[in-house]
Nanobody, 121 residues
Framework: QEQLVESGGGLVQAGGSLRLSCTAS????????MGWYRQAPGKQRELVAA???????YYGDSVEDRFTISRDNAKNTVWLQMDSLNPEDTAVYYCYADRIGRLRTNPNGFWGQGTQVTVSS
């Protein structure tokens, strides 16, 4: 059983928008931080955005002001609204969940299987 179920990836033209969602199953137990990382071919994984159960948000430098993260604690669901997409946003986006409410230097919580986001120029 998948513990983090992602949806919403796809192909979009530059300047367009996509919305990703991720729901944590009950079997995962208590979750505080939820968010997204991404990895493009040949590049290191990087933080996109994350949000604690208390509402504290974290954004990667390259997406701040374009992406917005939100969540519903009761539904264990997090959404990532991505606007003004550009080809540099092309990557596999991974949902991430952690029992603590802050970012780790080396994330070792729960990971989704990933969803592809492709932005064409």
């Amino acid at each position: 059983q998948e513990q983090l179920v992602e949806s919403g990836g796809g192909l979009v033209q530059a300047g367009g928008s996509l919305r990703l969602s991720c729901t944590a199953s009950r079997s995962i137990g208590y979750i505080n931080l939820m968010g997204w990382y991404r990895q493009a071919p040949g590049k290191q994984r990087e933080l996109v955005a994350a949000i604690s159960s208390g509402g504290t948000t974290y954004y990667g430098d390259s997406v701040e002001d374009r992406f917005t993260i939100s969540r519903d604690n009761a539904k264990n669901t997090v959404w990532l609204q991505m606007d003004s997409l550009n080809p540099e946003d092309t990557a596999v986006y991974y949902c991430y969940a952690d029992r603590i409410g802050r970012l780790r230097t080396n994330p070792n919580g729960f990971w989704g299987q990933g969803t592809q986001v492709t932005v064409s120029s």
